[in-house]
């Protein structure tokens, strides 16, 4: 339930502003907001794994989101996430000086990786399109997928504003999609596990294996995301 998640947040904030005067002895009286938590009910989750959309659905998906009216940085972000098998985070706080133009390569450094390991991420043909096409956009600052009203990177949110306004909240998430394409890897291209698993930053718990499959697997990686960026786009 988007709408009562977006309640839970709003009264998040409102407690804290009202705890803050309270505590500032700029109000006298109890919180406001105290009970309000318990009309709104407990914060329902997910069971199970992220709601993932249909390996076979991708590329229509791919098309309307193209389509689609909204804000472009918005739509290269989402479009970014699909073709790198990156995380939500990883995508939205892409930055220029991650960039490899020379190499076509997407090196996220350690602190912005959930394993804390730096991450390759090979850069297909339609990548470097959406690079040059948001840098086109004109927008000022370090990432590559600004917002538009505050220059500062988009929230996850917003990803999941724009799969509701497709009419795709349903039946996927924006996490789901790295579902999707280790699916189609294992179903479709009959790629090695471990090289998908690379692809996915997943960690492995084995130090010397992990570091074997980064400095091994690149090339591998490389074609591995060139035949996913196919399929997607025919």
Known sequence: DVNGETARRVLQRMTAVFDAEIVLENRERANPC??????????PREKG?????????IGAFVKALRLRAGDPATKLCLEWLILTAARSGEARGAAWTEIDKNQAMWILPAERMKGRREHVVPLTSRCIEIVKATRALGRKGPLLFPSQMSGEMLSDMTLTKLLRDMDYASVATVHGFRSTFKTWCGEVDKVRD?????????????????AYLRAQYLDERAELMDRWEKFVLK
């Open 194 to 210: 471990e090289v998908s698993e690379a692809a996915l930053a997943h960690m492995d718990r084995n130090a010397v294996r992990a």
């Open 34 to 43: 105290t009970g309000v938590a318990r009309v709104l009910g407990a914060t």
């Open 49 to 57: 794994n992220y709601r993932s959309l249909p390996y076979g659905q």
